[in-house]
């Protein structure tokens, strides 16, 4: 896919239930890479990511990593994460403590027109 990789979405959940954090209201072509997940506190804590390509439910059994356990100002990124989108996708996170854990969701979009229409999940800073 041709564009300029960019943020796709960011956020750093003000709680700790599963949340949205990227999804797609239109039928431009948009691929997914890579997912950086920030620990931002002093203390481990538990990480999960969720890819739903019908939906949005975000429990284990749309799980990509559950509970992952993140060290104190630790960072994993997952590449190649979904490459080629569907409209009806959803990638849900959640961490185990309230704005411990940065995500940020790096891809390519090509739209007709301004590149801003992309949905931004919950929580987005």
């Known amino acids: 896919?041709?564009?300029?990789?960019?943020?796709?979405?960011?956020?750093?959940?003000?709680?700790?239930?599963?949340?949205s954090l990227f999804s797609q209201g239109y039928d431009d072509r948009v691929e997914v890479d890579t997912l950086h997940i920030c620990n931002v506190t002093g203390?481990?804590?538990n990480v999960s990511?969720?890819?739903?390509?019908?939906?949005?439910?975000?429990?284990?059994?749309?799980?990509?990593?559950?509970?992952?356990?993140?060290?104190?100002?630790?960072?994993?990124?997952?590449?190649?994460?979904?490459?080629?989108?569907?409209?009806d996708a959803s990638i849900g996170i959640q961490v185990s403590v309230a704005d411990a854990a940065t995500f940020t969701l790096y891809g390519r979009a090509e739209a007709e027109g301004n590149v801003g229409v992309l949905q931004l999940g919950e929580g987005v800073i």
């Open 49 to 87: 990511v969720f890819h739903d390509a019908d939906g949005t439910t975000f429990d284990q059994t749309t799980a990509i990593i559950y509970q992952y356990p993140l060290a104190a100002n630790g960072w994993i990124d997952i590449d190649e994460l979904v490459g080629e989108w569907t409209a």
């Open 1 to 19: 896919m041709t564009g300029i990789r960019r943020i796709l979405a960011q956020s750093r959940p003000a709680g700790t239930s599963a949340v």
């Open 43 to 45: 203390s481990s804590v």
